[in-house]
């Protein structure tokens, strides 16, 4: 079934919306703003979430977003945060295979003012998840080199910023080629979507070719959740 992709998904208004907030963080000025809030992010970010998950479907990526429970709210929690402006400064959203928020494996989209992109992996994942991420490296490290390689080969490189300094207990024998990647707290590859292709009917496909491109190591990871299983 052919996706619903002939229009462009997002305004630049909602651009304008999302920096005229980071201004005016309070709840009156919200409250005044909330219909230009629904009408250029909230309902295109849930036709988005519809619309791309449609296409993920066409290619076989496994992945989807509910428009109700895919999406985080513009409202933060404060509560454990320094900074306590009450509403967010972007707008995202998290696909994955169950449509739940809290399945690991992922593709997140963020419209973002200061820079929107879109992500996936596996993102700050809990340690139960980690330590089985790193037990399907050790399982089949040639498969995780070759990973990377191939990843390398369209463009794409794991963030190696989020990395423990010591190789974490019970994976002290790893060999050097993947003792690297054995000390990451997470697997994250990021592409950067300028506001030429998000206010284009093209940024359907864009994000929906990242994802399809990401499927490898989405995969390598469910499958060492599954082999490893409690």
């Known amino acids: 079934m052919?996706?619903?992709?002939?229009?462009p998904q997002f305004s630049p208004k909602a651009f304008k919306f999302l920096e005229e907030l980071t201004n005016n963080q309070n709840r009156a000025w919200f409250a005044e703003h909330r219909p230009e809030y629904e009408e250029f992010v909230r309902e295109p970010m849930?036709?988005?979430t519809e619309v791309l998950s449609e296409e993920l479907a066409n290619n076989e990526v496994p992945l989807w977003?509910?428009?109700k429970k895919s999406l985080f709210r513009i409202n933060r929690?404060?509560?454990?945060s320094k900074a306590k402006h009450p509403y967010n400064m972007h707008a995202s959203g998290l696909f994955t295979r169950t449509g739940d928020?809290?399945?690991p494996g992922v593709l997140y989209f963020r419209l973002d003012p200061l820079g929107s992109r879109c992500a996936a992996g596996y993102l700050q994942p809990e340690a139960h998840i980690l330590k089985k991420l790193r037990q399907g490296i050790l399982d089949n490290p040639a498969a995780w080199i070759s990973l990377e390689k191939s990843l390398k080969r369209k463009g794409y490189e794991l963030d190696y910023s989020y990395t423990l300094t010591r190789i974490p207990r019970g994976f002290e024998n790893v060999s050097v080629e993947v003792e690297r990647a054995i000390k990451l707290k997470g697997w994250i590859i990021r592409k950067q979507l300028p506001r030429s292709i998000i206010c284009s009917k093209n940024v359907i496909k864009e994000v929906s070719s990242f994802a399809k491109d990401m499927l490898p190591l989405l995969s390598f990871g469910w499958h060492a959740l599954e082999k490893f299983a409690d």
């Open 2 to 7: 052919p996706t619903r992709i002939s229009r």
């Open 46 to 48: 849930k036709s988005f």
């Open 65 to 67: 977003g509910d428009p």
């Open 77 to 80: 929690d404060a509560r454990f």
């Open 101 to 103: 928020k809290h399945s």
